[in-house]
């Protein structure tokens, strides 16, 4: 294992931790780290497939799917945010 794919496969890793973290105790923080992480994971993805272009299709269909969770736990976070009262929600910046 060469120390791209590891690299993106503990970015990989971290992001979907941190995201999973935002979902149990969301702060926009947390949201801003995910997106901060999500585009290097789709950064050092991108370098993969460039490297290594026979694997283009797994690599596209496996970022869709990361991009999906990711996305979605982000929006979930800042939904349960914006329902704190407001009090609350200024701690969580």
């Known amino acids: 294992m060469d120390i791209a794919l590891l690299t993106h496969v503990s970015l990989a890793i971290l992001s979907l931790a941190l995201a999973a973290y935002g979902l149990v105790n969301?702060?926009?923080?947390?949201?801003?780290s995910s997106a901060a992480m999500t585009v290097l994971t789709l950064i050092s993805g991108l370098y993969l497939a460039i490297s290594r272009p026979?694997?283009?299709?797994?690599?596209?269909?496996?970022?869709?799917?990361?991009?999906?969770?990711m996305l979605v736990a982000m929006w979930v976070s800042a939904r349960r945010?914006?329902?704190?009262?407001?009090?609350?929600a200024g701690a969580h910046q």
């Open 26 to 32: 969301p702060s926009f923080r947390k949201i801003r």
């Open 54 to 69: 026979g694997q283009l299709g797994r690599v596209c269909l496996s970022a869709t799917l990361f991009l999906m969770v």
């Open 81 to 88: 945010i914006k329902k704190q009262p407001a009090a609350l």
